[in-house]
């Protein structure tokens, strides 16, 4: 069992920077796939990046390459997404998810049906 919690959202201007965190519980944390997704009002939601459960590879949505950084530190069981250059379009509901990748990844990392755990969501708004 693997319990996430997230924190970090909240209201910044366009152009502004946050870092959410998730934070997990589970002796096995490093053998997790860490994925964080958005779902915006009205939309899908969808994945934002992605790591293995070492920190050695991470994957990215278009949408956000250059501008958003995942890591780990998993002596604290913490996953983080750094967000700068944070634009309206990125107003949404982020959840961190898990799923157990042993060394590598799990499957196709954006697909949000292959995670098996949940946190409950951090708002993140960026106004104009």
């Known amino acids: 069992q693997v319990q996430l919690v997230e924190s970090g959202g909240g209201l910044v201007q366009a152009g502004g920077s946050l870092r959410l965190s998730c934070a997990a519980s589970g002796r096995t944390f490093s053998s997790y796939v860490i994925t964080w997704f958005r779902q915006a009002p009205g939309k899908e939601r969808e994945s934002v990046a992605g790591?293995?459960?070492?920190?050695?590879?991470?994957r990215y949505a278009d949408s956000v390459k250059g501008r958003f950084t995942i890591s780990r530190d998993n002596v604290k069981n913490t996953v983080y997404l750094q967000m700068n250059s944070l634009k309206p379009e990125d107003t949404a509901v982020y959840y961190c998810a898990a799923a157990y990748g042993g060394g590598g990844w799990s499957g196709t990392w954006s697909n949000a049906g292959e995670y098996d755990y949940w946190g409950q969501g951090t708002q993140v708004t960026v106004s104009s």
């Open positions: 790591i293995i459960g070492s920190g050695g590879s991470s």
